[in-house]
Every structure is written in C-alpha cells, then in structure tokens.
Antibody, heavy 120, light 107 residues
Framework: QVTLKESGPGILQPSQTLSLTCSFS??????????VGWIRQSSGKGLEWLAN???????YYNPSLKNRLTISKDTSNNQAFLKITNMDTADTATYYC????????????WGQGVMVTVSS | DIQMTQSPASLSASLGETVTIECLAS??????LAWYQQKPGKSPQLLIY???SLHTGVPSRFSGSGSGTQYSLKINSLQPEDFASYYC?????????FGSGTKLEIK
C-alpha cells in the first residue's frame, strides 16, 4: 500500500525558508524509474507543480520558482524534502507530495497535504 | 510553458445526468494528459492518464478522449460521489501545468 504524508511548520514569516518533509511507504526512491514530486495549491493560483526528484537524484524544477527551490531525498528513510527560500504571503498554500505514476509525469498517489501560511 | 485552459469553471447537474468537461492545451501534447478529481479538503486523485486510460479502481462511467490540443472528460450517469472539482494536467513537458479546474455541483 502506497502512502505519502507531508509535514511542515504550518506558519512562518515573510523572508523565512520553508522546509517540508514527505514521508512515504509502499515504494522506494532507490527503485529504477521512481520519482516524487511536490505540488502546491492556493486559492489564487490553483494547482502548481514545483519540483520532481528521481531515483537517480535527477531533479527538475518549475522555472518560475527555480532559484528558490531545493528538492532532495533520503532514500534509506523513505523521505523527500523541499526547501523554498524567501517565502512571501503569495506562497501561502497547501503543499502536496505525490508519487509519479509511470511512463509520463502524472501523479498516482498523493499525500494529504500540509497547509502553510506565510504571515507577519 | 504549456497553458491548460479548462471549461467550464463550474457546472451544475443532476444525479443520473451525463456531463463533459473540456481542456485545451496551448500546443500539441500528444495525448499526454491526465484528469484528477478533488473533493473538498482532500488531495487530488488520478482518474485518467494518457488522455483516455482509466486509472486503477476508477469507475467505468468516467471516460477521457481527445487528441492534439483538445481533450475532454465525460462522466456518465452522475453519482452523488462525483460532485467534486476536476483538473486536467499536462504530463508531456516541464513545467507540468494544470487546468484551473471545474467545480461540479448538484443541481
């Protein structure tokens, strides 16, 4: 059974760095072809893909936020991470991690999401 | 970036009706398109991939079609659990992009 669960600070101030953790089970990020992505959803911008990390440590970022994003993984502990620097109120959103489905960049299993509010 | 334009933004229908949601890509995405269903307070769930392939466990009343830049999601014989929001997604090239969503409500 594949499960993913996000964790994060909940609230942070503008200019701070957001650190999110995705803890998953039912698959391994050391398996050939596996990939985990981060997607966020805000009322203002809908669903927005942020980044993907692959089993071989290849990383892909949304160019609109690329300079602020860092994705990484800890294969031995079945975790993926996302850092976003210089957070702004516009980054207030629910952040999801999800497993890439297979042959193309779809997501077949999603975490429940973690709400992140940026406020002074 | 590939823009995904979804219509309508909202849709009101009755139980048992058939509805269709459209998604227009700004360029040819060669059927590399997914549809998701999202219920309030829940994460999106994959319904259809490769434009017309049903994901495991998804009822057969859901179907997808289209090619090139134009795609659609059809739901036959609406059930109470189908009233939700639906999103299309470009899976062809980064940055991956989603439609703005269609909220399906009970009439």
């Amino acid at each position: 059974q594949v499960t993913l669960k996000e964790s994060g600070p909940g609230i942070l101030q503008p200019s701070q760095t957001l650190s999110l953790t995705c803890s998953f089970s039912g698959f391994s990020l050391s398996t050939y072809g596996m990939c985990v992505g981060w997607i966020r959803q805000s009322s203002g911008k809908g669903l927005e893909w942020l980044a993907n990390i692959w089993w071989n440590d290849d990383k892909y970022y949304n160019p609109s936020l690329k300079n602020r994003l860092t994705i990484s993984k800890d294969t031995s502990n079945n975790q993926a991470f996302l850092k976003i620097t210089n957070m702004d109120t516009a980054d207030t959103a629910t952040y999801y991690c999800a497993r890439r489905a297979g042959s193309w960049d779809y997501f077949d299993y999603w975490g429940q999401g973690v709400m992140v509010t940026v406020s002074s | 970036d590939i823009q995904m334009t979804q219509s309508p933004a909202s849709l009101s229908a009755s139980l048992g009706e058939t509805v269709t949601i459209e998604c227009l890509a700004s360029e040819d995405i060669y059927d590399i398109l997914a549809w998701y269903q999202q219920k309030p307070g829940k994460s999106p769930q994959l319904l259809i991939y490769d434009a017309s392939s049903l994901h495991t466990g998804v009822p057969s009343r859901f179907s997808g079609s289209g090619s090139g830049t134009q795609y659609s999601l059809k739901i036959n014989s609406l059930q109470p659990e189908d009233f939700a929001s639906y999103y299309c997604q470009n899976g062809l090239s980064a940055p991956l992009t989603f439609g703005s969503g269609t909220k399906l409500e009970i009439k």
